[in-house]
């Protein structure tokens, strides 16, 4: 903290009462969302406390998404009101960030026509973003940063957590698969694993600080390759070392599970996202030999047809993804598996969608995240003339969602009986007198339980279901 900021700060408490107060919004992924944990963090360590409105803060930032279209539109959306924010209290500093900086023709847009945007950075520099701040609040200057790539990782950067006892973990960033529909390759860069001793250590304090559980993020966390210079002092879960985890120096992604899975005080180990085309044997088997690792994967498959995955650039086939569902469930027969489609994606043809609703139903997933396909400009999807007309893709996609929510209320029906581990959460949003929680395979659970269970692993037998939910109670 500079001595200039503060003095700022100083003054500031003096004439408000209160240190600066801050809001972060947030759109989009995980990763965005454990971005703005970092950016909350920053901000805490400048003094600033956290807002509890766009109306009470004196700075805003806008953590965005550029994955879809909508995406776009909610984002500009929302700059229009905060125009009315500055308008009214003209020393807010209001700052953008996210996957829509890393493109020049937004940064351009909003320099042209949001002028009340006072800081613009992006996914590869959230460490610069407090010099950027103290310039802008003390300078009242513009501030514009935007890095092509990420260099070195920055380890050590604050955070804020949302979860006392739930913690989202960076493990890579960035993507080399280049789907032909994805904008993240050109947002968020160039695979970059972190160390795996690093890992270890954020990991190791976070279960000092109470963390029960750990979603281990990246873009495609089945291709980290982490340089490893031997564990951080801690025995290995068997995964780790000796079964050629770490090839060339590097430890593959099993083997990092391994390590975290011997930590003490962390009891559950998700992750999250899994491309088909690198989930190996030794990631399947970790289900069997890591005790901590939930049982539940998140799959992609984008679509059920083998043309459209070719054109998709997703280098696998129909076949090959059930392939590997079997396998899974060979090893974990109760995994819970979930997966994304995209419906109408350009020269879909009603056979290639027909071969999609036949993988649903050979596959039988627990859930899915269904979207139309959205043209993103810089893709080489947004050059195919063959677009899906909207009537047709509207009415493939609601036929696809009705099935699988078909499934998803079968499969969470089977669950009433079953006794489950959940771990509470807290008060549930549409009821604060229930508690919610997960199960082991990811379920969301309401049931009966004081407030001071929460953070806890919690006995819970499945009593009733829903679509998307399930109810229980304390055994
Ligand atoms: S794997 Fe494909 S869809 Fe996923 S982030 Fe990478 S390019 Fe995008």
Redesign the pocket.
């Known amino acids: 903290m500079t001595n200039q900021w503060k003095e700022y700060l100083n003054a500031y408490r003096e004439a408000h009462g209160r240190p600066p107060a801050y809001l972060t919004e947030t759109m989009g992924c995980q990763m965005n969302e454990r971005d703005s944990e970092t950016i909350a963090g920053l901000l805490c360590d400048l003094g600033c406390a956290p807002a509890a409105s766009r109306e009470e803060a004196d700075i805003i930032v806008v953590n965005t998404c550029s994955v879809r279209e909508n995406a776009d539109n909610r984002f500009f959306g929302m700059l229009g009101r905060i125009k009315k924010i500055k308008e009214a209290r003209p020393d807010t500093v209001t700052a953008v960030c996210g996957c829509m900086m890393q493109q020049q023709h937004i940064v351009d847009a909003i320099k042209e026509r949001y002028p009340w945007v006072d800081i613009v950075f992006g996914t590869h520099n959230l460490h610069e973003f407090p010099g950027l701040l103290q310039s802008a609040a003390l300078e009242k200057a513009k501030a514009v940063l935007i890095r092509d790539e990420g260099g070195e990782i920055v380890e050590g950067l604050p955070s804020k957590r949302k979860s006392p006892f739930k913690a989202y973990v960076n493990v890579m960033y960035g993507?080399?698969?280049?789907?032909t529909?994805?904008?993240?390759?050109y947002t968020?860069g160039r695979e970059r694993s972190r160390r795996p001793a690093a890992v270890e250590r954020e990991v190791r304090a976070l279960a000092a600080d109470g963390v029960k559980e750990i979603l281990l993020l990246g873009?495609?966390v089945n291709s980290y390759r982490g340089r490893d210079e031997g564990s951080a002092g801690a025995e290995n879960g068997g995964l780790a070392e000796g079964c050629c985890g770490a090839e060339g120096g590097k430890l593959d992604f099993p083997g990092l599970i391994g390590r975290l899975n011997a930590i003490e005080g962390i009891e559950r180990i998700r992750f999250m996202?899994s491309?088909p085309k690198d989930l190996s044997q030794r990631l399947i088997d970790a289900y069997r030999d890591c005790g901590k690792l939930c049982g539940a994967i998140h799959l992609?498959v984008?679509s059920g047809s083998s043309r459209v995955l070719a054109r998709m650039n997703?280098r696998y086939t129909k076949e090959a993804y059930l392939e590997l569902i079997e396998r899974l469930r060979a090893t974990s027969p109760d995994i819970a598996i979930t997966t994304d489609f995209i419906v109408g994606f350009p020269g879909e043809t009603q056979a290639d969608f027909e071969e999609t609703m036949d993988l649903i139903e050979r596959v039988r997933f627990d859930s899915a995240f269904t979207f139309l396909y959205s043209k993103r400009k810089g893709t080489p999807a947004a050059a195919y003339a063959d677009e899906v007309p909207e009537d047709v893709k509207h009415r493939r996609f609601d036929r696809m969602v009705e099935r699988l929510n078909a499934i998803t209320a079968e499969k969470n029906r089977a669950c009433i009986g079953r006794a489950e581990i959940v771990l509470a959460e807290g008060p549930s949003k549409t009821n604060p007198a229930m508690m919610t929680g997960r199960t082991d395979s990811g379920k969301l659970v309401h049931f009966r339980a004081p407030a001071e269970c929460a953070g806890r692993m919690l006995p819970v037998r499945i009593t009733g279901a829903r679509t998307f939910s399930l109810y229980g109670e304390l055994t």
Do not use: A, G, L, W
Request: aromatic letters at 6%; glycine letters at 0%.
């Open positions: 993507c080399d698969n280049h789907c529909y994805c904008i993240v390759p968020r873009q495609n996202t491309h992609p984008q997703r």
